[in-house]
Nanobody
Framework: QVTPAESGGGLVQPGGSLRVSCTAS????????RAWYRQAPGKQPEFVAS???????TYADFAKGRFTISRGNVKNRVDLQMTNLKTDDTAVYSC?????????WGQGTQVTVSS
């Protein structure tokens, strides 16, 4: 069992930056993919970015050039650095951890972009 936990959400002004992190606890395999998804009010969840233990990285088109996914300095942590945030980025950001044939989701963290 793996438990991803998100942190770092909050309120930021348009054009600002914010970092959210996902730290997985439990029996984490040495090979996994960690991904960020987001869901805005009244909308379907959408993929944001992912990173594998082999450092294969994928971004959604809206995230390219503004968001950076990386491994944190803490073991089993993945960070999502978001810059030049827009009001449309307001959403609950959730972490998905996938390993072997199992997938685990975190509870999500709210990111609000507003003046």
């Amino acid at each position: 069992q793996v438990t991803p936990a998100e942190s770092g959400g909050g309120l930021v002004q348009p054009g600002g930056s914010l970092r959210v992190s996902c730290t997985a606890s439990g029996n984490v395999d040495s090979t996994y993919v960690r991904a960020w998804y987001r869901q805005a009010p009244g909308k379907q969840p959408e993929f944001v970015a992912s990173i594998s233990t082999g450092n294969s990285i994928t971004y959604a088109d809206f995230a390219k050039g503004r968001f950076t996914i990386s491994r944190g300095n803490v073991k089993n942590r993945v960070d999502l650095q978001m810059t030049n945030l827009k009001t449309d980025d307001t959403a609950v950001y959730s972490c998905r951890h996938s390993e072997s044939r199992e997938t685990f989701w975190g509870q999500g963290t709210q990111v609000t972009v507003s003046s």
